[in-house]
């Protein structure tokens, strides 16, 4: 049974920092790609981030480049997001996912397992 657990969301102030985890397990962790979605109330569900499966590649939504890093430790079964300069606007419910398919992606179909979620509230 396929599990993603994210963590570490909350309430920050604009400008401040928030660093997510997302811990996998119940898969061969080291050969999907993951990536990081996110959900605005009222809005669609978007893409934020991906990486590879070994970390050599990496792709970002463009109102997230330079803010937000995505990395993984393929030890731990574990990926991150790492968001500085947090914007009101960021505020979301985000979402690690799998993609057994190669390349960072950011289409949401080819991603097979999604995580219950983690809800970050930035204030402005």
């Known amino acids: 049974q396929v599990q993603l657990v994210e963590s570490g969301g909350g309430l920050v102030q604009a400008g401040g920092s928030l660093r997510l985890s997302c811990a996998a397990s119940g898969l061969r962790f080291n050969t999907y790609v993951m990536g990081w979605f996110r959900q605005a109330p009222g809005k669609e569900r978007e893409f934020v981030a991906a990486?590879?499966?070994?970390?050599?590649?990496?792709n970002y939504a463009d109102s997230v480049q330079g803010r937000f890093t995505i990395s993984r430790d393929n030890a731990k079964n574990t990926v991150y997001l790492q968001m500085n300069s947090l914007k009101p606007e960021d505020t979301a419910v985000y979402y690690c996912a799998a993609n057994p398919h190669p390349g960072p992606s950011m289409l949401q179909q080819l991603y097979t397992f999604w995580g219950q979620g983690t809800q970050v509230t930035v204030s402005s």
């Open positions: 990486i590879t499966w070994s970390s050599i590649s990496a």
